[in-house]
């Protein structure tokens, strides 16, 4: 077996076990593969392994991985900082979008959604520690701007995703995926019917898992190390 197909198992059994420890079904967690920077080879050995989501981050790179890849039955998903340039290629390659955070950008995602397919589903980020180097939604700004784009055509609101201050504490990792999941929460008490928790990653996982998450984002357990040589947007 490779060594990627090594690394899927124990993230899989990684996160059965963390569903397991607070009650949760594992069938109910899904895996998103974060495949930025890594070559399209990688890709291909992990839908061999069974994986079939990728999140990606930087447009170019994700669309030549797109082109390459298009004999397999892949679902995209776009979890970078979205550029008003290069919201349509995303709109009209990506079947998910976790990382909307402005009115002005789910505009542009909805013009560009080609009629002939799927609504995109779309996550809204929220900036849940307050960084000013984050992107995402302010807290207190979330209701406006999840009401906006549910009005959208061609767009379909699933939920909500979130980067969390890095740290290994788990109480603290515990803390931010709360807080998110108390969004999500409070949303649907005003009437949506939100499913989806973006949240958790290679570290943070099973506090992510312990909170909710329905999907978890994992690159670095999955793949290795980051590649620098890849071209970013």
């Known amino acids: 077996m490779t060594t990627i197909t090594n690394a ?15 009650g949760r079904p594992a069938a109910g967690i899904q895996l998103l593969a974060v495949s930025k920077t890594f070559p399209a080879a990688a890709v291909r050995q992990a839908y061999t392994a069974g994986q079939r989501a990728f999140g990606e981050s930087y447009v170019q790179e994700a669309m030549e991985k797109v082109a390459v890849l298009n004999d397999l039955p ?56 307050g960084e000013s180097s984050k992107s995402g939604v302010a807290p207190e700004d979330l209701p406006a701007l999840a009401r906006y784009v549910q009005t959208l055509p061609r767009l379909k609101l699933r939920g909500l995703m979130a980067i969390p201050e890095p740290t290994d504490d788990p109480v603290k990792q515990r803390l931010a995926f709360v807080r998110l999941r108390q969004l999500l929460e409070q949303l649907n008490a005003e009437g949506f019917q939100l499913d989806t928790l973006s949240m958790g990653m290679s570290d943070d996982l099973e506090a992510a898992i312990a909170e909710g998450a329905t999907i978890v984002r994992v690159g670095s357990a999955i793949f290795g190390e980051r590649h620098k040589t890849l071209k970013k947007d």
Do not use: M, Y
Request: aromatic residues 6%.
């Open 74 to 129: 892949l679902k995209w998903h776009f979890i970078g900082p979205i550029q008003s340039n290069k919201t349509r290629p995303i709109a009209e390659s990506f079947a998910w979008v976790h990382s909307l955070d402005r009115a002005r950008i789910a505009d542009r995602l909805s013009a560009g959604r080609p009629s002939n397919l799927p609504d995109l589903q779309v996550c809204l980020q929220v900036n849940v520690s």
């Open 8 to 22: 899927l198992q124990a993230v899989r059994q990684r996160i059965a076990l963390a569903a397991a420890a607070v």
